[in-house]
């Protein structure tokens, strides 16, 4: 009954009254007052209670108040639960897509009690109000379960022996963030299917774990795009960086090895010759590092998504805007039933009334969470165009508002409407977008925010043509997209394979200046060690010289052996005077090849020949100090003088052997094998890459070696007179 109806009753009754009295009083006394009064008392009441059936049947309906039909939150959460037990939200397709309820169901029934599961947008720390008003809606005893994005969230036992305390605490702490809302709820399942007495031990034992100062944490399970940009980048600098690395560095520690140890390469076969030189060995290694660091990283690195979310579908991805926008076409304003209610009945009463008065076009409020998780990816604008195409014609043009009930944040996006774009995106308070900062009421006082916001859309200037506000956002990014990680081979990969070719160039330059440092600073390494004895021990040293030695090789050796005969030889020891003779000829020819200038160095320009020549010549002044007066060795004269004559096959083409004088190092195949004896005969470095020449045929005196010491020292005269 109205106000205006009680009035009038009032007023009726009070008149009764007095007519009643009026008449008892023009009555005898003698008859009786009291009985009077009692009649009077009783026609009141009768009086009284027919006013009020008149005023109660005749009260005008347009005063009444209209009452909101919107669900509360628990009233809707609970109707979805008397459905089904397992209630997936439509608003978290990226992370907990609807199409994970049966999964989410098979494991719900595994906890041996009834279980009800609610996957809602985070609730904040009112989940276990929410829990425990849903059961009171829905009237139904059982353990009731809050997921959000990042998992379980609050469990609730109602009438049932389930220990959800402590299920929710190995839950959270015996997983790391990133485990996902499915793999969290299987957790908390077993935890409930073990029992109370197991579940509370195991809950006291993650806590000791990771509870506490411990500062353990459990490991992630996934990746972010940083972290791939990591491996990207640690991949490439190793599959340059090894390979070069043992390029580089590998023949150089071999050669340098062989020049201070002067040790004897083996004996190789023509096939090994041919197919298995050192080079070729280390070329095979580092592509096979190559191969097997990359093949190793994509098995290392396997990691195809940053997170735990399954992929969504098209229904997923549709289901909110498809009921968003049918709400929309019922009502102007729509309150989302799954979040808090943020209006009551009279603010949304006065809304209502606001957009009916609002005469610039349509008005479209949705109440409804806008989350990173959600189909829209949190834009609020592109939630509004997939609601604006599903409404059709009908929301071609109009004013949308988009209220987060949860964050309190009030989106406006405007169509065809006369109103100054600029002024609907740049020029709306903060405070009517946002809220105040210091507000903690549970509705971020949406309703007087949105009011506010009506006055000042209605109170906007008009402008000549109708504007839109709209950037034309209509593309939220692919949830496969957006959680996918990049290629392992792409991104920072390419800059790490730079890196790795710099880092191989600067350990390659340490190695190499530690190694010289280290032959500079030991006065042994600083020339190669024959294979030598005394004199007193044998009559035959021996030298170590590779069948194909580079023009690095030979320029050191050089320099090292006039270094060590000139040390050795001692013009005024006594000596007969043809080996004095000898040796000097020996030192003297050697200097007018390599060292013309003269200034006690290895010329520059010298070539392999000529270095070759002078080494012969060295080492045959070296053994002649020996007591070595031999001809050199016939398939390398850089091996010094020989020990024996054997027959041998000289070259490939020869098809018989001859008789050729050999050191005691080729002794050793030449005996074994003489048909491979060619493979140990020396080849110098020739005027283009990659060719070698037999020493015989090489430019300069050194061919004439096969006619011995004297000829070769002769030729070297006349052809230093020559030059």
């Not at 409930?192 to 509370?200: L, N």
């Not at 042994?524 to 035959?540: E, F, I, K």
């Amino acid at each position: 009954m109205s106000k205006g109806a009680g009035r009038v009753t009032g007023v009726g009754v009070a008149k009764a009254v007095r007519g009643v009295e009026d008449t008892s009083a023009g009555a005898d006394p003698a008859r009786g007052g009291r009985g009077r009064r009692d009649l009077a008392l009783l026609a009141t009441a009768g009086i009284c209670l027919l006013l009020t059936l008149l005023g109660g049947l005749t009260a005008p309906p347009a005063t009444a108040a209209p009452a909101d039909d919107t669900p509360t939150q628990a009233a809707a959460l609970a109707d979805r639960l008397r459905d089904d037990p397992i209630y997936v939200s439509d608003q978290l397709p990226r992370e907990i897509p609807r199409s994970t309820a049966p999964d989410f169901a098979k494991l719900a029934k595994r906890t041996g009690v009834p279980t009800y599961v609610l996957v809602l947008p985070d609730q904040g720390i009112g989940g276990d109000r929410l829990l425990g008003a849903v059961h009171d809606r829905l009237g139904r005893d059982g353990l009731y379960v809050l997921v959000d994005y990042m998992g379980v969230t609050d469990a609730e036992a109602f009438g049932v022996r389930a220990p959800a305390d402590d299920a929710y605490t190995v839950s959270l702490y015996e997983l790391p963030h990133d485990a996902g809302p499915l793999r969290t709820f299987e957790r908390f399942v077993d935890v409930v299917a073990q029992g109370r007495e197991k579940a509370a031990q195991r809950a006291e034992a993650a806590r000791k774990k990771y509870g506490g100062d411990s500062g353990e944490e459990a490991a992630e399970m996934h990746i972010d795009p940083v972290d791939r940009d990591n491996q990207s980048f640690a991949t490439g600098i190793a599959l340059t960086g090894v390979p070069l690395i043992i390029l580089a560095i590998s023949p150089y520690v071999r050669r340098w090895r062989r020049r201070v140890t002067a040790a004897p390469a083996p004996p190789q076969t023509a096939a090994q010759k041919r197919h298995f030189t050192p080079l070729r060995v280390e070329a095979g290694l580092a592509a096979l590092a190559a191969v097997a660091i990359a093949l190793s990283a994509t098995l290392v690195f396997d990691q195809e998504t940053s997170s735990a979310s399954p992929q969504p579908t098209a229904a997923d991805l549709s289901t909110r805007v498809e009921r968003v926008a049918d709400g929309l076409k019922r009502s102007p304003v729509y309150s989302d039933p799954e979040s808090p209610r943020v209006l009551d009945a009279r603010q949304l009463r006065e809304l209502r009334g606001q957009i009916k008065d609002f005469d610039r076009g349509p008005v479209f409020v949705a109440l409804v969470p806008q989350l990173t998780e959600d189909e829209s990816a949190g834009e609020p604008e592109i939630f509004v165009e997939a609601v604006r195409k599903r409404i059709g014609a009908a929301g071609e043009r109009g004013v949308y508002v988009v209220a987060d009930p949860l964050g309190g944040y009030i989106d406006v996006v405007t169509y065809d409407v006369r109103i100054d774009a600029n002024l609907v995106a740049f020029e709306i308070p903060d405070s009517l977008r946002y809220g105040d900062d210091d507000d903690r009421s549970r509705d971020h006082q949406l309703g007087q925010r949105l009011g506010k916001l009506m006055t000042l859309l209605d109170d906007a200037p008009r402008v000549k043509q109708p504007e839109t506000s709209s950037l034309g956002m209509d593309d939220a990014p692919e949830p496969v997209e957006d959680g996918e990680l990049a290629s392992l081979f792409s991104g920072d990969f390419w800059p790490g394979l730079l890196v790795g070719a710099f880092a191989a160039g600067i350990l390659f330059g340490v190695v190499a200046s530690l190694l010289g440092i280290t032959r500079l600073a030991v006065p042994s390494l600083r020339r190669p060690r024959a294979n030598t004895t005394s004199a007193s021990a044998t009559s035959h040293p021996e030298f170590d010289a590779p069948p194909a030695p580079s023009l690095d090789f030979l320029r050191r050796t050089a320099r090292d052996e006039l270094d060590a005969l000139g040390r050795e030889f001692d013009p005024d020891a006594a000596l007969r005077s043809s080996l004095r003779t000898r040796v000097w000829d020996c030192l003297d020819a050697a200097t007018l090849l390599v060292d013309r200038d003269p200034d006690g160095h290895v010329d520059d320009d010298a070539t392999p020949s000529d270095l070759a020549a002078a080494i012969v010549l060295a080492r045959t002044g070296r053994a002649v100090l020996a007591g070595a007066d031999k001809p050199c060795c016939a398939l390398n004269p850089l091996h010094g003088p020989a020990t024996g004559w054997r027959d041998a096959q000289y070259a490939p083409e020869e098809q018989r052997l001859r008789t050729i004088p050999v050191c005691a190092q080729c002794r050793v195949l030449v005996g074994a094998q003489p048909r491979q004896a060619h493979t140990l005969r020396l080849t110098l470095p020739g005027s283009a890459r990659f060719v070698r020449v037999p020493y015989e045929e090489a430019p300069g005196p050194l061919p004439s070696i096969q006619q011995g010491i004297p000829q070769l020292i002769r030729q070297v005269r006349e052809y230093a007179g020559v030059q």
